[in-house]
């Protein structure tokens, strides 16, 4: 039961850091989608998170099943030969531009909170990657058992801190859903988006179970554990509206708390950018392997130094415009993830 249990835990852990990278744990994401759309918003939040725990456990149950061990073996099965290879390449695309975003996100979080160089974070988050990367899958599995937790509880802090200032708006306001549509759009879009991406790592992890049991309850426990952070991160950004100005919206708003424990979840957010990071690039290289004969090595310089180039357009434009591009690239396999059977 002791194994079980550990697995359940790496499993949600790893779903979680997966999904929670320098958008999400920045808080830019959450804007992008979410908070732009005021009280919308938390609806928008329970939609996604219902998708969350349904179609990611999914993906893993899909996965275990056909022997998958890249997110290319589970894309012929679900699109068949003939589209798999655009669909992959499509796939790449996303997970490549993503993997930019992150390291731009360094950058910006070492520029705009540290005053350090930009260049400074993206050099030092490159150098972690080659060691982690060295591990394999037991390295990110570690990772994110060791940052995810930490997470999980300075997004509590957040939303408890929130409570004891004054709140000048109301946390409804009818207004928001009746105005326009585009709030009951997001939800689909930023799961799709997520999802699409996060079986880069999902597929691989799912031979880590001991059983479909593991992966049924890892997966609703990550998707419990998305859930809980994004309201709460929504519920301080919504009542602290001027925040979202900032590339890093959720620092600005626990700087309130103290130099220290602002200091504390700066390290926290670079780790969930890191996680996120990782796992996009295990994912790329594992495929690419098998289809240019280079060494791990050889395609994590290649990647790294691509990414590097792209992450210089800056942070906030990599992600207000790939982010939802991406998402309604992902809607079409959304779908049909919904569509097949597990089993």
């Given at each position: 039961m002791g194994i079980r249990r550990k697995q359940i835990i790496q499993i949600a852990a790893t779903y979680i850091g997966t999904v929670v990278g320098a958008g999400f744990a920045t808080g830019r994401e959450i804007v992008e989608f979410f908070t732009v759309h005021g009280s919308a918003g938390f609806l928008g939040i329970l939609i996604s998170g219902f998708l969350f725990i349904f179609l990611g456990t999914k993906v893993m149950l899909l996965a275990r099943t056909i022997g998958a061990d890249t997110y290319e073996s589970l894309n012929r099965y679900l699109f068949g030969d003939r589209f798999a290879s655009g669909i992959n390449f499509i796939m790449f695309i996303m997970l490549f531009g993503v993997t930019s975003v992150m390291l731009s996100g360094t950058g910006a979080l070492f520029s705009e909170q540290l005053h350090l160089p930009f260049h400074a974070g993206i050099i030092l988050t490159i150098i972690l990657c080659y060691l982690v990367m060295q591990k394999g899958m037991n390295g990110i599995l570690w990772t994110?058992?060791?940052?995810?937790?930490?997470?999980?509880?300075?997004?509590?802090?957040?939303?408890?801190?929130?409570?004891?200032?004054?709140?000048?708006?109301?946390?409804?306001?009818?207004?928001?859903?009746?105005?326009?549509?585009?709030?009951?759009?997001?939800?689909?879009?930023?799961?799709?988006?997520?999802?699409?991406?996060?079986?880069?790592?999902?597929?691989?992890?799912?031979?880590?179970?001991?059983?479909?049991?593991?992966?049924?309850?890892?997966?609703?426990?990550?998707?419990?554990?998305?859930?809980?952070?994004?309201?709460?991160?929504?519920?301080?950004?919504?009542?602290?509206?001027?925040?979202?100005?900032?590339?890093?919206?959720?620092?600005?708003?626990?700087?309130?708390?103290?130099?220290?424990?602002?200091?504390?979840?700066?390290?926290?957010?670079?780790?969930?950018?890191?996680?996120?990071?990782?796992?996009?690039?295990?994912?790329?290289?594992?495929?690419?392997?098998?289809?240019?004969?280079?060494?791990?090595?050889?395609?994590?310089?290649?990647?790294m130094g691509g990414g590097y180039v792209i992450s210089l357009f800056g942070y906030s434009s990599l992600l207000h415009y790939l982010y939802p591009l991406f998402g309604v690239i992902g809607l079409s396999y959304l779908a049909i993830i919904a569509c097949k059977k597990s089993y």
């Open positions: 994110n058992s060791v940052i995810v937790p930490v997470m999980i509880l300075f997004s509590l802090i957040i939303s408890v801190s929130m409570l004891f200032s004054p709140i000048e708006a109301p946390l409804i306001r009818t207004e928001d859903f009746t105005q326009h549509w585009k709030w009951l759009f997001s939800p689909f879009t930023y799961a799709a988006f997520n999802l699409t991406l996060s079986q880069a790592v999902l597929v691989p992890l799912s031979r880590e179970a001991e059983d479909d049991t593991v992966i049924k309850w890892g997966g609703v426990l990550g998707g419990l554990g998305l859930t809980f952070i994004l309201l709460n991160s929504h519920f301080a950004l919504y009542l602290v509206p001027q925040s979202v100005q900032y590339e890093i919206p959720v620092a600005e708003i626990i700087s309130k708390l103290g130099v220290f424990v602002h200091f504390l979840f700066l390290i926290v957010v670079y780790g969930e950018i890191f996680t996120t990071l990782i796992g996009n690039l295990f994912g790329l290289i594992e495929p690419m392997k098998q289809s240019f004969k280079l060494s791990s090595n050889v395609i994590l310089g290649l990647l």
